[in-house]
Nanobody, 114 residues
Framework: VQLQASGGGLVQAGGSLRLSCVVS????????IDWYRQAPGKQRELVAG???????TYSDSVKGRFTISRDNAKNTVYLQMYSLKPEDTAVYFC?????????WGQGTLVTVSS
């Protein structure tokens, strides 16, 4: 299984970005995708997750501002980010997990300027 994350960039505070995580090589439809982020000097933290059935969870820090969704036809999970804050600046990673496999994608950098 391979993951390709994209969509990061530089945005002003209050702006929006949409991250994408494309899944390839999975033999199962029953997989979950989580988005994590890691800011400089900080531990990686879970931001949002979506199950194979579409149930989503969010960290308190992004609840109400971020939306995770999936398009199974495109094998893609999105993280729509609104009302971005400088503290959202981090490298964002997606993680695939099914009953057997867990895989991380490469990160995509999100920088929010004040």
């Amino acid at each position: 299984v391979q993951l390709q994350a994209s969509g990061g960039g530089l945005v002003q505070a209050g702006g929006s970005l949409r991250l994408s995580c494309v899944v390839s090589g999975s033999r199962s439809r029953l997989y979950a995708i989580d988005w994590y982020r890691q800011a400089p000097g900080k531990q990686r933290e879970l931001v949002a997750g979506i199950s194979s059935g579409g149930s989503s969870t969010y960290s308190d820090s992004v609840k109400g501002r971020f939306t995770i969704s999936r398009d199974n036809a495109k094998n893609t999970v999105y993280l729509q980010m609104y009302s971005l804050k400088p503290e959202d600046t981090a490298v964002y990673f997606c993680r695939y997990r099914d009953m057997i496999v867990e895989t991380w994608g490469q990160g995509t950098l999100v920088t929010v300027s004040s």
